[in-house]
Structure formats: C-alpha cells, structure tokens
C-alpha cells in the first residue's frame, strides 16, 4: 500500500487492490461490510460516500484508518492528478482546457 494516500481516487485504488488481493467481489465486500454493493463501487472510483461506509468496508479488509500530519497535497501532487484526468477525456471531446475556466 501507498505511505500517503491524499485524494479520494487514491484511496479507492488501495480499497481495491486489497480487496482483489484477499479474493473479494464487489458483492462479497459489500456483504461482509453489511453495505450495499453501490458503496465498494462509490469508495474505489474516489466518490463521496459517508465515513462509517469508509469505515465499515475497510474494516471487512482487514484495514484500519490512521491520521497523520500530512499536510496538503504538493503542487506536482495536484497537477499530476488533473494531467491524468486529461488524459481519460474522451477522443474528440474537451482537451480539458476550458477557456471559460
């Protein structure tokens, strides 16, 4: 798992790749985290979902939650992030330069 995880999409990345590491469907998860299968798919795509949801799923994966001083994400930490979101635009769409931004 990643030292510092800081975005919301970071997070859903690490809830799955321990939840295909210990063998889990989404459904399986959910089940044993007593959730539906609509809160493992919101927590690994990085989206908003209530902190005992958090909790409740990453206590069925064996994981805990520990706060640190971390501070805010660096500058390259952000610019990274959106280059990325740029990249998965779809063909002939935006370029994810919006003048109007």
């Known amino acids: 798992m990643t030292d510092k995880i800081r975005l919301p999409d970071e997070l859903g ?3 799955r790749l321990r939840r295909e590491a ?3 469907s989404k459904s399986e998860l ?6 539906v ?12 979902t209530t902190v005992s949801s ?11 939650l ?3 001083n971390a501070g805010l994400p660096s500058a390259a930490e952000v610019a ?16 994810g330069h919006d003048p109007a931004a």
């Not at 959910?30 to 959730?35: D, F, P």
């Not at 299968?37 to 908003?48: S, W």
């Not at 992030?81 to 063909?91: C, K, S």
């Open 80 to 95: 990274r992030r959106f280059q990325m979101d740029d990249e998965d635009a779809p063909e002939g769409g935006s370029s």
């Open 66 to 68: 520990r706060l640190e």
């Open 37 to 48: 299968r609509e809160v493992v798919y919101r927590l690994e795509a990085g989206e908003d």
């Open 54 to 64: 958090l909790l409740a799923v990453m206590a069925a994966l064996g994981l805990s």
């Open 30 to 35: 959910a089940a044993k985290a007593g959730k």
């Open 13 to 15: 990345a690490q809830l």
């Open 22 to 24: 210990l063998g889990l």
